[in-house]
């Protein structure tokens, strides 16, 4: 699911992109520079990737073990009831009623278990674009500094941008990854450094 995370989401970013498109195009006769990034190496090893991932996990884990612990709170009622309408502990008008409550609470959860799903989704979909918008954001600057015209990505496994290049068309996954993880691991120290702060 990490690669589902992360890969699927940079394949469309390393597509699109591109340097901004008000600076100059390449003088007539020059050569177009164009670099490509490994996107299964960097969705492994881009920190603020591997730590959304984390901390989306663990969400999903314990929102798992909320409707499973309801589910079985309503299945130890369903059995204690079962059984004292068998021993004949209860009238007939008490067991339609129980039979109504149990059936509401099971729709309840039901409903619980699909706005969890659409909330656990909605919430990959974000981290999923704001992975996209950062490499982007990354991406623009980079390969302005280093004058790329394009940026290229590909996958292992799935069908590749880059199924061949000259040695010209440079792999830049290392930079990327590095230059990433620098300005993530500053922000780190910076939110650090403020709650510190405030703590005082």
Avoid at 106 to 119: F, L, R, V
Avoid at 154 to 168: E, F
Wanted: charged share 25%.
């Amino acid at each position: 699911m990490k690669k589902l995370l992360l890969a699927v989401g940079l394949i469309a970013t390393m597509f699109a992109c591109q340097q901004p498109q008000q600076q100059a195009a390449p003088a007539s006769g020059s050569t177009t520079k164009i670099a490509y990034i490994n996107n299964d190496t960097l969705s492994v090893y881009y920190k603020f990737g591997e730590d959304s991932y984390k901390e989306f996990q663990a969400k999903v884990e314990k929102s798992q073990k909320q409707l499973q612990s309801r589910a079985m709170k309503l299945q130890k009622e369903a059995e204690s009831f079962e059984k004292r309408a068998r021993a004949g502990l209860m009238s007939q008008n008490d067991i339609r009623k129980k039979q109504e409550s149990l059936a509401i609470k099971q729709q309840e959860i039901q409903i619980a278990q699909q706005s969890q799903a659409q909330g656990l989704a909605a919430e990959e979909q974000a981290i999923q674009a704001e992975v996209r918008k950062r490499v982007k954001e990354f991406l623009d600057q980079y390969s302005a500094d280093k004058n790329y015209s394009i940026v290229l990505g590909y996958s292992d496994g799935v069908t590749s941008t880059v199924i061949w290049s000259t040695p010209n068309v440079e792999d830049i996954t290392q930079d990327v990854i590095d230059g990433l993880n620098k300005i993530y691991e500053e922000e780190l120290t910076s939110q650090s450094s403020e709650e510190k702060g405030s703590s005082k």
